[in-house]
């Protein structure tokens, strides 16, 4: 029986009220909501100061798991303001399970700065990371704006980006 509810939750995008991304997150697990919130440490520079911040890597944005039956209990959250929908669409845009594991790998276990980017950007070479802190992660080798970078593919949102030196992935043969 617990199998079969597993199978029926999905992982969705809640759009937050500005700058409420780590309260909604703390509501929403509250009342038992599985919920991710990517998160990085960035150093910003004030004209008197430099302090280590804690910031959202998708500004607004919330990850939820959770069944259809519980879209009404988060959108009652405080804090919540949408679901994401594709244009046209009535439900909830739902985000690959492959897709979210590996973006929560990457913004877990990165050393670097992630950089979420919603340009189109040529599709890459399939890489498997060997090396370092995101060993295990598959990707793609992709160029943005002439640098090399693994890129993890999010449809609904753009990509993650994270610079990594090249010795450190290799390329997958898919097919």
Known sequence: MTEKCVENKHWHAVYTASRAEKKVRERLAEVGVECFLPVQTVVRQWSYRKAKVVVPVIAGMVFVRVERKEWVKVLEMRGV???????????????PD??????????????????MVNEDIAVGDSIQVVKGALKGLEGELVQFRGETKVAVRIDLLGCALVDIPASFVERVNVG
């Open 81 to 95: 303001v949408s679901f994401l929908k594709l244009r046209g669409e009535r439900e909830p845009a739902v985000i």
């Open 98 to 115: 492959k897709q979210m594991e590996d973006f929560r790998f990457l913004v877990d276990f990165s050393e670097e700065a992630v950089e």
